[in-house]
Nanobody, 124 residues
Framework: QVQLVESGGGLVQPGGSLRLSCAAS????????MSWVRQGPGKGLEWVSG???????YYADSVKGRFTISRDNAKNTLYLQMNSLKPEDTAVYYC??????????????????WGKGTLVTVSS
């Protein structure tokens, strides 16, 4: 069965750094794109970053230049390096497996498996 387990969250001061990890199992990790999504307190889900199976990377404008997504296919692990953290980055961070569908003559993308999340709190 597919499992995604996040780790690395915690309390950090503004301007600090954290690295999140997501250990994946139950599927051929290297064949799938992965994403990080976050949910702040009282807020909806916000897509943060993605990486495809070719290791091309994508970022939300809110984190561009501060966060770096990467993957180690040999270790079946996804990472999110977070630098220059701001209070507004406080959220539960989830890693998610992406899946692509071809429907109505076009590709569609969704996230079919999610981890349980890891809490990042940025506060002084």
């Amino acid at each position: 069965q597919v499992q995604l387990v996040e780790s690395g969250g915690g309390l950090v001061q503004p301007g600090g750094s954290l690295r999140l990890s997501c250990a994946a199992s139950g599927f051929t990790f290297s064949n799938y794109g992965m994403s990080w999504v976050r949910q702040g307190p009282g807020k909806g889900l916000e897509w943060v970053s993605g990486i495809n199976s070719r290791s091309s990377t994508y970022y939300a404008d809110s984190v561009k230049g501060r966060f770096t997504i990467s993957r180690d296919n040999a270790k079946n692990t996804l990472y999110l390096q977070m630098n220059s953290l701001k209070p507004e980055d406080t959220a539960v961070y989830y890693c998610a497996k992406k899946i692509r569908y071809y429907i109505d003559s076009r590709y569609h993308y969704s996230m079919d498996y999610w981890g349980k999340g890891t809490l990042v709190t940025v506060s002084s």
